[in-house]
């Protein structure tokens, strides 16, 4: 997305009041994001007083996809967003001023909350089954159609065969199963629950071909921003830091925060391999998306991954 599609999208976003925080002498601090799992350490930081000991007022709004919160942030109706590393790439790639500030989502191949399904009753077996066929992805040239491709190509298979369709989650089992699309790469809480349906099997947790363990989103706001306001994204990054080390070791406690933010049953949540919340910007756990992005051309070229992480002075 151009920089000036992501700044004519921040129009329709809407912003929050800031006058509470300013009597209360705290600094209010307007973050958007996907109702997602990975939002909870931001939850819990809010909701235990966290970001409030830190000089914080935050208010956390629900958006429909990771461009709307990124043409909110550039266009300045959000302070700070999060949305997944790939269009944090791509927006840097494109000259997108936009810059992260702190870990949302870790992927781990010991606990995969992503994969690849087919219909129970399919013959897809192997890689180059795929030949040919049709796979649901959540956007093109997402994370989820690079890690796809990624798995094929390393697998046995010919990605370039494939054809890829964008297709809302949630439609993906009944495309299955009108025979519309012959896979389907989901993600939690969608992944679980088609599983669990027995109308959809596993063909492979597609995601670990990028890496065994590498991050998958964060937050982000504009370089100007943070050239601004130095010690309020030092103290939001500490907090989202201290939210996740809670979060990552209480998954029974935190399961009716992630259940008010995203709507997802409690019963679904307490079912799903919990994501993994990170604790400090490591660029060596964001190089294996841009290599990825890189190498089936999202982005022009490669380059390293501290570009993209904000450096205090």
Avoid at 11 to 27: I, K, Y
Avoid at 45 to 60: C, K, N, P, Y
Avoid at 176 to 194: E, I, K, M, N
Wanted: aromatic share 6%; with cysteine; proline share 5%.
């Amino acid at each position: 997305m151009s920089r000036r599609r992501f700044i004519a999208l921040s129009a329709s976003f809407v912003g929050v009041s800031r006058a509470t925080a300013a009597a209360q002498g705290l600094v209010a601090l307007r973050v958007a994001a996907n109702p997602d799992e990975d939002c909870i350490a931001c939850l819990y930081a809010q909701e235990s007083g966290i970001f409030r000991r830190l000089g914080l007022d935050v208010t956390m709004s629900p958006s429909t996809s990771g461009s709307a919160v990124a043409a909110a942030v550039a266009g300045g109706t959000i302070d700070i967003g999060k949305s997944s590393l790939i269009g944090l790439i791509t927006a840097h790639a494109r000259g997108v001023p936009l810059i992260l500030i702190a870990p949302a989502a870790e992927y781990s191949s010991g606990a995969p909350n992503t994969g690849t399904i087919v219909r129970a009753d399919s013959t897809i077996r192997t890689a180059r089954d795929l030949s040919g066929k049709t796979v649901a992805v959540p956007s093109l040239k997402g994370q989820q159609q690079i890690a796809t491709m990624t798995w094929i190509d390393r697998s046995g298979g010919d990605s370039s065969s494939v054809r890829f369709l964008e297709l809302p989650q949630s439609q993906d089992l009944a495309a299955l199963d009108a025979g519309r699309v012959d896979a389907a790469t989901v993600t939690d809480p969608l992944f679980a629950q088609a599983l669990a349906t027995k109308r959809a099997r596993l063909l492979a947790y597609t995601t670990s071909a990028v890496s065994k363990h590498f991050l998958v989103a964060a937050y982000f706001c504009t370089i100007d921003f943070a050239r601004k306001n130095p010690d309020v994204v030092t103290h939001f990054a500490r907090g989202i830091a201290d939210g996740a080390r809670y979060a990552n070791a209480h998954h029974a406690e935190t399961i009716p925060l992630i259940a008010k933010f995203t709507s997802i049953e409690p019963d679904v949540i307490a079912s799903m391999n919990r994501v993994v919340c990170g604790i400090t910007l490591d660029p060596r756990l964001i190089q294996p998306n841009i290599d990825a992005a890189a190498r089936y051309k999202t982005i022009p070229a490669r380059f390293e991954a501290r570009e993209m992480i904000y450096a205090p002075g």
